[in-house]
Every structure is written in C-alpha cells, then in structure tokens.
C-alpha cells in the first residue's frame, strides 16, 4: 500500500508542478486560482462524495462507515490536545497558524485523491465519514483557535455547505438505494474526474506564491511540518493500532490525518489578519514534503498492525 501512495503522491507532485509553472509563466492568475478553488471545494468534491454513495447498499459498508466516524472523532480527540502540549503558545511565534496547520490536514484536496487510488469509491465512501467530522470540528475549534473569538454564526454555516449537502443527500439515496439515471450519472462522472488533476493544479498555483528561497532558511516551518507530518500521524497510527477494526478504514483515518496541512489555515488566517504568509510557507513545505511522510506513515500503521495482531 506504501507503493501506491508514494506513486499516487508523485503523481499530485508532477500535477502541481504545472500549476506552478502556470502560475510562473501567467496562465492562471491569482484571482482565477481562486475561482478554480472555489470550483473544486463547492462543485467537484461535493460531487466526487455524493457519487462514492452510488453504490448498492450491503452491512459491511454501514458497519465501516460507522466504525470510520468514531475513528475520526477519536483521531481528533487525539490530535487537538497531542498539538497544544507539543506546540506551546510563545509570544514570538504564530501559535494559532502552527496549532491549526498541525491539526487541520488536506483532507479533500489530496484525500480524496489519495484514497481514491488507494481502495476506489469505496475508500472514499468511508472518507466522507473524515471528512464530515474534519467540517464539524474545523467550523468550531478551528474557527475559534484562529480568530480568538467564539463565532457561533460561522458554526452554522457548516450545516448548509456544499460538502455536507452531498454527504446528506449521498445518505438518504444510499439508504433509500435511489440509483441516478445513465446520463445524469455519466455527467456527474465526468465532474468527479476532474477532481485530482484541478485540485493539485491549484495547489500548484497557490505555492507558487511562496518564496521558496526563503521558505528553505525557515526552521519553524519544518518543526510544524514535523508534527503535521509525522508525530501526531504517527500518534494517532499508534492508538488505532489496537483496536480490532478493518485495516481498510484505519488506513483511511490515518492517511487523512497525515495529509498536508489544510489550504483553509492560509484562507483563514487571510480572513482574520493573522500571518497570512507564514501559514501559507507552511501548506507550501506541507505539501512538498508529504511526498515523503505519507509512504512513511502509511509503512509505519501496516507494521503496527502487524505487531498488535
């Protein structure tokens, strides 16, 4: 399985190496990078989770998706106090930027990619329970550790996202076994490929606004990808370890934990006049870097597993 992601992750990596260059050489622009994104969080992956729920309903997927849910909830329950015990708050460090960024990982961008090629629409029928979770807590938590204020409005919001509507209305035709017809389905398809080679391209994009020379000389930023990429992983790897659920879905979990830091800690910090720059550094270097630590992690929960058994 680390063969696959480390190809599947090469592969994102050649994709948003176009977006770079297409950003250097002024065939997407800023403002249009933005509007692509927009089109992928609001458009492709609502679509790519709503079609992973046009499958013929059986107990196994039920129990799974169930058993992915309460892994997540746990993952996070981890994850949130493991990065304030190890990311202490400094006055002379962005603590809010380097706490978010290690708890809040790429979960739609490169987990649907990731999963996708990992274990098919099955796989990422089970990541939608992730990512259903990711939205509850980063629409709370992650709001609140940003802005520093308790903004209920924004918690709302997430009820009526384009992402929770597809996993709803995805529920109630997977239970109901609602099947759409040929050439609805067939058009939806043809949105949902779209999603790995736009999502990484964008990507691609939005790093090439970072200053890699500088990003180099930057310590902090390695030291958040660390705990991103590896520790808290590797934590969460560990307590699932022991428990007797499908290899499948504590992949799943784990893989989604590990993904690079979330886009949406730049947009955010944009939105609330926090150090814009240093999170997006952080994306940058998160997402280079992953190329690594996925394979790595990904080795790292089949030996745990291996040992536990």
Not at 26 to 42: C, G, M, P, T, Y
Not at 49 to 67: C, K, P
Not at 74 to 90: D, E, H, M, S
Not at 266 to 293: D, M, P, Q, R, W
């Amino acid at each position: 399985m680390a063969e696959t992601i480390l190809r599947q992750t090469l592969i994102m990596l050649i994709l948003m190496f176009i977006g770079f260059i297409c950003s250097k050489t002024k065939i997407i622009s800023n403002d249009a990078n933005k509007e692509l994104s927009r089109f992928v969080l609001q458009i492709v992956n609502p679509v790519v989770i709503f079609m992973s729920y046009q499958t013929e309903l059986h107990g196994d997927l039920v129990r799974n998706l169930l058993i992915t849910f309460l892994l997540s909830v746990l993952a996070f329950a981890v994850v949130i106090p493991a990065a304030y015990l190890i990311i202490r708050n400094k006055k002379e460090r962005d603590t809010s930027i380097e706490r978010f960024a290690s708890i809040y990982s790429n979960c739609g961008f490169m987990g649907i990619p990731l999963i996708n090629a990992m274990f098919g629409m099955e796989g990422v029928f089970y990541l939608t329970a992730f990512i259903t979770v990711f939205n509850l807590v980063v629409w709370t938590h992650g709001i609140i550790l940003i802005s520093g204020e308790k903004d209920f409005k924004q918690v709302i919001k997430v009820f009526y996202s384009p992402t929770i509507i597809a996993i709803v209305l995805g529920i109630v035709t997977f239970f109901l076994q609602i099947r759409l017809p040929e050439i609805p389905y067939a058009a939806l398809n043809y949105i949902k490929e779209l999603n790995t080679p736009v999502a990484m391209i964008v990507s691609g994009v939005t790093m090439a606004g970072t200053d890699l020379r500088k990003l180099v000389k930057k310590a902090g930023v390695y030291r958040v990808c660390a705990v991103k990429l590896l520790v808290l992983p590797f934590i969460v790897s560990l307590v699932l370890s022991f428990l007797p659920v499908d290899e499948k879905v504590r992949l799943i979990v784990v893989v989604a934990s590990a993904a690079p830091p979330a886009a949406m800690c730049t947009l955010l910090s944009l939105k609330y006049g926090k150090n814009s720059i240093y999170a997006s550094e952080i994306f940058t270097a998160g997402t280079i870097l992953s190329v690594i630590t996925l394979p790595i992690i990904t080795m790292t929960t089949e030996y745990l597993t291996k040992m536990v058994k």
